[in-house]
């Protein structure tokens, strides 16, 4: 993978986040490409496989400037407590939104 195929995400991280995400990138690619579809048909097989791939880059596009909060707690009162958990809802990721509305 050549660095212009790269996430703007991942190019603008810190270097140990950014390898997770390129490391996660690639073994979604890796998965799509030994793919297999249930019941075994070439073209049902091509379809899934492409839609693998689309799906992750669009939601690795979506979520390109989502952005992880301080791992340190602070007290559970206070201003501090406040602003921490409204970082933690804004990086949220997308996908992990919509399922905190359903359940």
């Known amino acids: 993978m050549t660095l212009t195929n790269v996430p703007?995400?991942?190019r603008?991280?810190?270097p140990v986040a950014r390898q997770e995400v390129l490391g996660l990138y690639r073994?979604?690619?890796r998965i799509a490409k030994k793919w297999q579809s249930a019941s075994g048909q070439m073209?049902?097989?091509i379809q899934e496989k492409q839609y693998i791939i689309n799906?992750?880059?669009t939601l690795?596009?979506?979520n390109k400037n989502v952005h992880l909060p301080p791992m340190g707690l602070a007290q559970q009162q206070g201003r501090a407590f406040r602003h921490?958990?409204?970082l933690r809802?804004?990086?949220k990721p997308v996908y992990l939104k919509s399922y905190d509305e359903v359940s």
């Open 27 to 29: 073994k979604i690619f």
């Open 43 to 45: 073209d049902e097989t």
């Open 55 to 57: 799906e992750a880059k």
């Open 89 to 91: 809802k804004l990086s």
């Open 84 to 86: 921490q958990e409204k």
């Open 60 to 62: 690795f596009q979506k």
């Open 12 to 14: 603008n991280m810190q």
């Open 8 to 10: 703007d995400a991942a």
